[in-house]
């Protein structure tokens, strides 16, 4: 048996989470119905106090185990053929979800606001002498559908009007 522990690299990506189940109508306020419909979302847990004692009927609060990687699902379908209504549709609402990103795989922020998503798209970057990168040329070609030739007196992408006069009369100058 190893002496130290070591930490690994791998992506914890199930969390507990409480869910409310709002709506549910009474004929169904039992911990088999809340265990199977909080099964289709992830591993049921554990209900609270309130909802296993029937003290409080507005909604039903359930600790469920969700895996982020999978889509958060905010309605279950159930069919209440005992009650002859026929299928329900039971809305789903998640306490204090954790900010997952799924691109990364990393908690903390979203994929939205996920720095490794926005480094892996090219972005317009002025090199010396106000000449366009590459990426940026392309962008525009494709835009305009014209050549790379003839972009070097266009404006410089990213920089101001004052910066752009300023290289321009610059430029002159030499």
């Not at 329900?88 to 490794?116: A, D, W």
């Not at 926005?118 to 559908?145: I, L, M, R, Y």
């Amino acid at each position: 048996m190893p002496r130290l522990f070591k930490f690994g690299n791998e992506a914890i990506s199930c969390f507990p989470v409480w869910v409310q189940l709002r709506y549910v109508p009474l004929d169904m306020w039992n911990a088999k119905s809340f265990g199977k419909i909080c099964s289709i979302i992830g591993k049921p847990i554990h209900m609270d106090k309130m909802t296993t004692q029937k003290e409080r009927v507005t909604y039903a609060r359930c600790l469920v185990e969700i895996d982020m990687t999978k889509e958060i699902k905010h309605t279950v379908k159930v069919n209440l053929n005992f009650s002859g209504e026929g299928i329900y549709e039971q809305p789903i609402f998640y306490e204090n979800l954790p900010r997952f990103c799924t691109h990364c795989r990393t908690m903390g922020h979203t994929k939205e606001g996920c720095k490794v998503n926005k480094a892996a798209k090219p972005t317009e970057v002025v090199t010396e002498k106000g000449k366009e990168t590459e990426a940026a040329a392309a962008e525009f070609n494709d835009q305009t559908g014209t050549s790379g030739a003839g972009t070097k007196n266009r404006k410089s992408v990213g920089m101001g009007d004052k910066e752009n006069k300023g290289r321009e009369r610059a430029k002159r100058n030499h």
